[in-house]
């Protein structure tokens, strides 16, 4: 399936650059916006941006489109669309504030440990 495809891809560039607790929200049927909503966080701005770069870099490589990005120049959350992905990447102190994970409760999250890569 070409979003689990994505969102592995997706994964595994934040992984790559030491994002901390990874997550994913299977938004299907809940959201219009998104097949999946990554969620991670990093401890500065300089690597919230590298996470967001790699995301964006990586799902070039493999032939996606980013729709947008916005919130790179602040690096405290960066949203990424990818279109049935959409990622989140957050400094460690906006996660917490935004929460997102409370704020979709109802989303049942996806399995990130078949898509990493080890």
Request: charged share 30%.
């Amino acid at each position: 399936m070409k979003e689990t495809n994505l969102l592995a891809i997706t994964a595994n560039a934040a992984d790559d650059k030491r994002a901390e607790d990874l997550i994913a929200l299977d938004m299907k049927g809940i959201s219009l916006i998104a097949d999946y909503f990554f969620i991670c966080h990093a401890n500065s701005d300089k690597q919230v941006q590298a996470i967001a770069r790699e995301i964006k870099d990586q799902a070039e490589e493999n032939g996606y489109v980013v729709k947008r990005m916005e919130g790179f120049d602040e690096a405290r959350w960066v949203l990424v669309d990818l279109g049935d992905v959409v990622a989140h990447v957050f400094h460690r102190e906006e996660r917490g504030y935004y929460n997102l994970e409370r704020l979709w409760g109802d989303a049942p999250h996806a399995d990130l440990d078949s898509v990493l890569q080890k």
